[in-house]
């Protein structure tokens, strides 16, 4: 079975400027997260969607954003864009109501730079 | 608001050696999850081992071990026989059980571990 996938790979963007990164969920799970890791830190919690629907959110600004989609995918967006930004994006995928619900396993992230 | 603390920022033994890397929480909650990932240079970040805190047997994964003292919020990871592929950062995280996963794992900062051939 495919493993959470992420797109792109590595993205540069320049001040100011949107963003969005891809995420799909291991087959049959139906919750996605969202991470900001910045260079030697470990990951911060940015959203949890489930069934479509945000169920939790970290303390980001409100340029975060995100959506999940009927086929469980997700999109992270981020506008107006700061150096702060720069960092690997994280999904993960998990699985409520299943045995071990709540182990989320993880995809191999976005690099985004921004300039 | 949950707190993880790892107190080693680097570790580095010989391949073969048993190594312990620290992790230490801090919450008011008394049902939680607390976890081991693994994060090679090719930053995929991988699932090493769980724990129950409602279990006070501590759990086992092959070569990883943990030692969670509940009361002293203490959560160590030993890996035994390490191997050259165990070279990574390992980081430490918490979810507490209620709201469903909803506020995420907190991580703890990671301690890079090195093993030398």
């Known amino acids: 079975d495919a493993g959470v996938t992420q797109s792109p790979t590595h993205l540069i963007k320049t001040r100011g400027q949107q963003v969005t990164l891809r995420c799909s969920p291991i087959s049959g799970h139906k919750s996605v997260s969202w991470y900001q890791q910045v260079l030697g830190q470990g990951p911060q919690f940015i959203f949890q969607y489930y069934e479509k629907e945000e169920r939790g959110r970290g303390n980001f600004p409100d340029r975060f954003s995100a959506r999940q989609f009927p086929n469980y995918s997700s999109e992270l967006n981020v506008n107006a864009l700061l150096l702060g930004d720069s960092a690997l994006y994280l999904c993960?995928?998990?699985?409520?109501?299943?045995?071990?619900?709540?182990?989320?396993?993880f995809g191999p992230g976005t690099r985004l730079t921004v300039l | 608001a949950q707190t993880v603390t790892q107190s080693q920022p680097e570790m580095s033994v010989q391949e073969a050696e048993t190594v312990t890397l620290s992790c230490t929480y801090d919450?008011?909650?008394?049902?939680?999850?607390l976890f081991w990932y693994k994060q090679p240079p090719s930053r995929q970040m991988i699932l090493v081992i769980r724990q129950e805190a409602y279990k006070q047997q501590n759990a086992t994964e092959n070569r990883f071990s943990v030692n969670f003292q509940k009361a002293a919020k203490s959560f160590s990871l030993k890996i035994s026989d390490s191997q050259l592929g165990d070279t990574a950062m390992y980081f430490c995280?918490?979810?507490?059980?209620?709201?469903?996963?909803?506020?995420?794992?907190?991580f703890g900062k990671g301690t890079h571990l090195i093993i030398q051939p």
């Open positions: 919450t008011s909650e008394s049902n939680y999850y």
């Open positions: 995280a918490f979810m507490k059980t209620t709201g469903g996963g909803a506020d995420g794992l907190t």
């Open positions: 993960a995928s998990s699985s409520p109501g299943a045995v071990q619900e709540d182990t989320q396993y």
